[in-house]
Nanobody, 116 residues
Framework: QVQLVESGGGLVQAGGSLRLSCAASGRIFSPNTMGWYRQAPGKQRELVARITSGGNSDYADSVRGRFTISRDNAKNTVYLQMNNLKPEDTAVYYC??????????WGQGTQVTVSS
């Protein structure tokens, strides 16, 4: 199977920045897609951004222009650079990966809290 380990969450003031990382290990096949979802209290989990191993990416409208997703295929790691953070970005952020043969996997989640 595949393990996804996230890091980089924390507490930041509005307007600040954070960078999340997610390292994948295990039975990793390509091409694949990795990305980030988030879930705020009382809300459904939603897609934030995702990127294919070929470098194609897409974003939720609410973060486009503020967040940037990237990846290092040699390290099987995906990053989410979050700039100009807003209180409404507060959520648990989950790394997600879809890999051929082994399917969809999730990380354990990392808390991002943005204070006003």
């Amino acid at each position: 199977q595949v393990q996804l380990v996230e890091s980089g969450g924390g507490l930041v003031q509005a307007g600040g920045s954070l960078r999340l990382s997610c390292a994948a290990s295990g039975r990793i096949f390509s091409p694949n897609t990795m990305g980030w979802y988030r879930q705020a209290p009382g809300k459904q989990r939603e897609l934030v951004a995702r990127i294919t191993s070929g470098g194609n990416s897409d974003y939720a409208d609410s973060v486009r222009g503020r967040f940037t997703i990237s990846r290092d295929n040699a390290k099987n790691t995906v990053y989410l650079q979050m700039n100009n953070l807003k209180p409404e970005d507060t959520a648990v952020y989950y790394c997600n990966g879809y890999f051929p043969i082994v399917g969809t996997h999730w990380g354990q989640g990392t808390q991002v809290t943005v204070s006003s």
